[in-house]
């Protein structure tokens, strides 16, 4: 599992609330990424990191946000969660070209 | 940008037979594919991947083939098992290696 971690792994939370999810890894990896995951879509990159404090825009960015204060933590936060973005996020880290995922967190926003 | 698509979304095989899985890609310029296996409520899992200087790679009950002419991969699983069923995605790195392109995913089932 290449030592990745999410929390919170269930959520659910309203409209309107801001919401942050945590993936920790503890291997030292430079690149980490945020996807979703919905059915009929592939994964789909919302944000990705490229090291502490840097950050970049995915395929599907809008109404997230993340930061990257340490190697270690990558967070994603909703500022203002909204019905669409009901989904099963995962991170990622990247090793040569393989990617490994965390175990995903299921959030619902009601 | 590329595009990645899977051309069945679901498959059930028989326990014990074989099951093919396919992928198609837009960029001919790609040189690099993976294979991914995502067990319920888990993360995908790196199953095989191939390198464009290959047609064929093999691992253990698995093989991967890679037609470039026709931009197609398919991953066949030898004498399936139950603990095979999963939804198997295939993916493609950007010509940076940094960002992946995921197809839709298949969803196979195996009947025992």
């Known amino acids: 599992d290449a030592g990745i971690t999410q929390s919170p792994r269930h959520k659910v939370t309203e409209t309107g609330t801001p919401v942050t999810l945590r993936c920790h890894q503890t291997?030292?990896?430079?690149?980490m990424y945020w996807y979703r995951q919905d059915p009929g879509h592939g994964l789909r990159l919302i944000h990705y990191?490229?090291?502490?404090?840097?950050?970049d825009k995915g395929e599907v960015s809008d109404g997230y946000s993340v930061s990257r204060s340490k190697t270690e933590d990558f967070l994603l936060t909703l500022e203002s969660a909204t019905s669409s973005q009901t989904s099963v996020y995962f991170c990622?880290?990247?090793?040569?070209?393989?990617?490994?995922f965390g175990p995903g967190t299921r959030l619902t926003v009601l | 940008g590329e595009s990645v698509g899977l051309h069945l979304p679901t498959l059930s095989v028989q326990e014990g037979d074989n099951s093919i899985i396919n992928c198609a890609y837009s960029n001919s310029a790609s040189d690099y594919f993976i294979w991914y296996k995502q067990e319920s409520g888990k993360g995908p899992q790196f199953i095989i991947d191939?390198?464009?200087?290959?047609d064929k790679r093999q691992g253990q009950r698995v093989t991967v083939l890679l037609n470039k002419t026709v931009k197609h991969l398919s991953l066949q699983i030898a004498a399936t098992q139950p603990g095979d069923s999963a939804v198997y995605f295939c993916a493609v790195p950007t010509y940076t290696g940094n960002q992946f392109y995921f197809g839709t995913g298949t969803s196979l089932t195996v009947i025992p």
């Open positions: 990622a880290i990247s090793e040569g070209n393989e990617q490994f």
């Open positions: 291997e030292n990896h430079r690149y």
């Open positions: 990191s490229y090291g502490v404090k840097d950050t």
């Open positions: 191939i390198r464009s200087n290959m």
